[in-house]
């Protein structure tokens, strides 16, 4: 390659012994965290993105592979490739993963309890990668499905990412596409932990259950697109006919 502004980009000996392909595909991410490219915006064809960068249309196609199945990208066959978009159901479906016994997966509701700016617990800063003295806003409620309480969430926002959220009056019960368009966060991936716990007696009145009834608590840090820690929640889940499920790609 040469000549390019890709070059220019990716001239630092860290990049020089990765794959062609893999080069292509990190500066295509680049551009699409840079803004070049909005979420549910067009790329350039491959034939134009080979003739920028000065590689293939293989090389450019082999990248957009690998976006697509990391889900930074969307092919649609017969119209072009896109940057991934969280509609409000697509960010429920991928990310909600409680579902009624003998069900099918359905849209839950959120009930916001209470919104405020703070300062982050210990477990937050270091889930985040805070330093001591930045501020979060924690946002609590709980999730509705066919009218019952299924589960209570209490989330963490750094307030560098998520400006004047705690402000806010109309928070959308699908958060991951309210990140995107509101505060250009676009959800990447999260990592759940779960571990089995006790109803306490705050747990029973926020979800209509008895103290000691068993729950899953899941522990969630959150990922950008740029691989920013943007949100950690705890949930705890009701487990006596709701169940957790996950797709492993």
């Not at 292509?24 to 965290?33: G, P």
């Not at 009624?100 to 916001?112: F, I, T, Y």
Request: aromatic share 8%; with cysteine; proline share 4%.
């Amino acid at each position: 390659m040469s000549n390019s502004m890709f070059d220019h980009k990716l001239s630092g000996p860290s990049l020089a012994f990765q794959p062609l392909y893999l080069q292509v595909a990190d500066y295509i991410k680049q551009l699409i965290v840079e803004r070049r490219w909005v979420p549910g915006e067009a790329l350039p064809s491959e034939f134009r993105l080979a003739e920028e960068f000065n590689v293939s249309q293989g090389t450019v196609r082999k990248a957009l592979n690998l976006l697509t199945d990391n889900k930074i990208v969307t092919r649609r066959q017969g119209v072009g490739t896109f940057v991934s978009q969280h509609t409000a159901q697509d960010a429920l479906f991928r990310f909600f993963p409680l579902q009624a016994d003998g069900k099918g997966a359905d849209l839950p509701k959120a009930e916001l309890l209470s919104v405020e700016l703070c300062a982050a617990p210990v477990e937050v800063i270091e889930a985040l990668q805070l330093n001591k003295k930045d501020k979060v806003s924690k946002l609590v409620r709980r999730r509705i499905l066919d009218n019952e309480f299924c589960m209570s969430e209490t989330i963490y926002l750094p307030q560098s990412y998520f400006p004047d959220i705690h402000q806010s009056s109309d928070i959308p019960h699908t958060l991951y596409h309210y990140y995107q368009t509101k505060f250009n966060q676009t959800v990447h991936k999260t990592q759940d932990s779960i571990k089995a716990v006790l109803a306490t007696m705050d747990d029973a009145k926020m979800l209509a259950i008895k103290a000691g009834d068993p729950l899953l608590l899941v522990s969630r840090i959150t990922e950008s697109i740029e691989g920013k820690r943007i949100e950690y929640r705890q949930s705890k889940c009701r487990s006596d006919h709701y169940h957790y499920q996950i797709e492993l790609d």
